[in-house]
C-alpha cells in the first residue's frame, strides 16, 4: 500500500526559503512519478514539481523554474522540492502525489486527476 507523508512546511517572509520531505513507502515495485502539487484558497490544486523514481523524467513549472528544485533520496525513499526566493503567490498547502507511470514526470504539466496516490499536504504560507 502507498502511503506519502510530507513534512516541512511553515510560515516564511517573503525571499525566504523552505525545503519540503516528501517520506514513500509502498513504491519500490516498478517505477513511478512523485509529484508535488499546491493548493492555495479559492485557487485550484496546480502541479508544481515531479521526480520520476529512476531519474529519468523531472518536470518543474515555469513560474518557480529558477527558484524551486525536485530531489530524491532514494536510500530513504524520500522525496524533497527545494524552494527559494518564496513569493506570496507561493503560499499553499503542498501535497506530494504518486502515480506508477514515470513519464507523467516527463510531461509539459502535471495533471492531478491522474495521481492515484495522495499525501495530506503541508502548508506553507508565506507573509511579512
Known amino acids: 500500500q502507498v502511503h506519502l507523508v510530507e513534512s516541512g512546511g511553515d510560515s516564511v517572509q517573503p525571499g525566504g526559503s523552505l525545503t519540503l520531505s516528501c517520506a514513500a513507502s509502498?513504491?519500490?515495485?516498478?517505477?513511478?512519478?512523485v509529484a508535488w502539487f499546491r493548493q492555495a484558497p479559492m485557487h485550484s490544486r496546480e502541479g508544481v514539481a515531479g521526480?520520476?523514481?529512476?531519474?529519468?523524467?523531472?518536470y518543474i513549472r515555469d513560474e518557480v523554474f529558477r527558484r524551486f528544485t525536485v530531489s530524491r533520496d532514494a536510500a530513504k525513499n524520500t522525496f524533497y522540492l527545494e524552494m527559494h526566493d518564496l513569493k506570496s503567490e507561493d503560499d499553499g498547502r503542498y501535497y506530494c502525489?504518486?502515480?506508477?507511470?514515470?513519464?507523467?514526470?516527463?510531461?509539459?504539466?502535471?495533471?492531478?486527476?491522474?495521481?492515484?496516490?495522495w499525501g495530506q499536504g503541508t502548508q506553507v504560507t508565506v507573509s511579512s
Open positions: 502525489a504518486a502515480v506508477p507511470a514515470p513519464w507523467y514526470c516527463g510531461r509539459v504539466y502535471l495533471d492531478d486527476i491522474e495521481f492515484q496516490h
Open positions: 509502498g513504491i519500490t515495485s516498478g517505477q513511478w512519478c
Open positions: 521526480l520520476s523514481t529512476d531519474g529519468g523524467y523531472r
